[in-house]
């Protein structure tokens, strides 16, 4: 089965700093994938190689099984909203979903007008009097009656409030389940994440630091207390630890769970597993 993203020594920079070095990653089909990371860890800047905005410096990136923005028919694959929630403030609502017919071959009338109906947005409104909840659904109105095999969402909830976010966020898993899409999607919002994502992406320091499936994920990571000692259980890797005088904790990554005697297991939450990965000491990226 085709990856929805195929990265492969992908690495992009400006000037003397790299914004994303080495990155294999392989993100399958009919997913709802997190991308997360620190600021200034390249989650922009891999989006915006997925969409086919930046050409990278080095490595290869495929999208769908063909380089981003290759020719028009890969275009109508794939849409993008940008972290800004591009809509255009002097158009009507009416006006952006004329635009969006005129600009994508696969662009579904129907669909569009039901999202507005349930929305209760008028298509003689413009965009600049609209709230920010409702510009960020008519921005992913405007993705999702491209009628996409691929959706890239750059940080679109990162303005909303806690209601707007829990609306965009159901309207987004509720279009996925009728439309079967896959979906990339960056926020600094681990919650928010971990109730819809079912794969994550963590980038830091510019490089690609854990990839997979977020039940494999929760199931390979524990968090264990003992006895103050150096040395952590046979085949676990150390992802963050801590000690005492007395005692030691550690959050390690084992493919089965930790048995050891002395060690003192339990399961930890997403946020709990990006946030060791974040604190772990960065590789220098050369010049």
């Keep these: 089965m085709t990856p929805v993203i195929a990265a492969k020594g992908l690495g992009m920079r400006y000037g003397r700093r790299w914004a994303l070095s080495?990155?294999?990653?392989?993100?399958?089909?009919?997913?709802?994938?997190?991308?997360?990371?620190?600021?200034?860890?390249?989650?922009?800047?891999?989006?915006?190689?997925?969409?086919g905005q930046l050409t990278p410096t080095t490595g290869t990136i495929e999208v769908l099984g063909s380089r981003p923005a290759d020719r028009p028919e890969q275009l109508a694959r794939v849409g993008f909203v940008a972290q800004e929630t591009p809509t255009y403030?002097?158009?009507?609502?009416?006006?952006?979903?004329?635009?969006?017919?005129?600009?994508n071959p696969r662009w579904d009338q129907a669909v569009a007008e039901e999202r507005l109906r349930r929305l209760g947005l008028d298509h003689g409104q413009r965009a600049g009097q609209l709230s920010g909840g409702q510009r960020a659904q008519l921005a992913l109105t405007l993705g999702i009656a491209k009628r996409p095999e691929l959706l890239i969402l750059d940080e679109p909830v990162a303005a909303l409030d806690p209601l707007a976010r829990r609306e965009f966020l159901q309207a987004l898993m509720e279009a996925v389940a009728e439309h079967a899409f896959s979906v990339v999607m960056s926020s600094h919002l681990l919650a928010d994440l971990e109730r819809v994502c079912d794969y994550l992406v963590l980038l830091v320091s510019s490089r690609l630091e854990v990839a997979g499936e977020v039940e494999e994920l929760l199931a390979t990571h524990w968090l264990?207390?003992?006895?103050?000692?150096?040395?952590?259980?046979?085949?676990?890797?150390?992802?963050?630890?801590?000690?005492?005088?007395?005692?030691?904790?550690?959050?390690?990554?084992?493919?089965?769970?930790?048995?050891?005697?002395?060690?003192?297991?339990?399961?930890?939450?997403?946020?709990?597993?990006?946030?060791?990965?974040?604190?772990?000491?960065?590789?220098?990226?050369?010049?």
């Design 224 to 287: 264990i207390t003992g006895v103050r000692r150096e040395d952590p259980p046979e085949g676990a890797e150390v992802i963050s630890a801590s000690h005492t005088g007395r005692q030691s904790t550690l959050l390690v990554r084992s493919a089965t769970p930790i048995s050891e005697p002395g060690w003192l297991a339990s399961q930890v939450s997403l946020e709990d597993i990006v946030l060791a990965h974040m604190g772990r000491p960065a590789l220098e990226v050369a010049a």
């Design 22 to 51: 080495d990155c294999d990653l392989e993100i399958p089909p009919g997913r709802v994938a997190g991308l997360v990371g620190p600021n200034g860890a390249g989650k922009t800047t891999l989006m915006n190689l997925m969409a």
């Design 89 to 103: 403030a002097g158009l009507t609502v009416g006006e952006h979903l004329r635009l969006g017919a005129k600009l």
